[in-house]
């Protein structure tokens, strides 16, 4: 008789699931809608489901910046300036702040 170790593929199937909080469920519908939307250049969508993202999780700031970048595709500049304070606000130090205030500066001047 030889013994073998566990294969990952032996291993029940209960240590893979865990139970989700119903928020996380939404957060991840949201986020593949968001992939799609983006890799489809849906600004329209992408800016509802962005807006979505930030209700649901309204210190996730990244999701501020997103949901200010898909406003700045459909226009709204000034919308997109505002929202965009908030995330330079909570992540002044981010990498991408710089550049930020740059695109928040030329849309302030675009209307």
């Known amino acids: 008789y030889r013994q ?9 199937l209960s240590l893979f ?9 939404v957060a991840r519908m949201l986020r593949n809608l968001k992939e799609i ?7 329209a ?3 509802r489901t962005q807006a979505r993202m930030v209700v649901l999780m ?3 700031w990244d999701e501020h910046r997103d949901h200010a970048l ?12 505002a929202v965009l304070e908030t995330y330079l606000q909570q992540r002044p130090d981010a990498p991408d ?3 930020l205030r740059r695109h928040q500066s030329a849309w302030l001047n675009l209307q």
């Open 4 to 12: 073998r170790a566990l294969q990952q593929s032996d291993w029940p």
């Open 17 to 25: 699931l865990q139970t989700a909080a119903p928020r996380d469920i």
């Open 37 to 43: 939307d983006r890799s489809q250049c849906d600004w």
């Open 45 to 47: 969508r992408l800016e």
């Open 58 to 60: 309204p210190q996730a």
């Open 70 to 81: 898909a406003l700045a595709e459909l226009g709204q500049h000034r919308r997109a300036a």
């Open 97 to 99: 702040a710089l550049a």
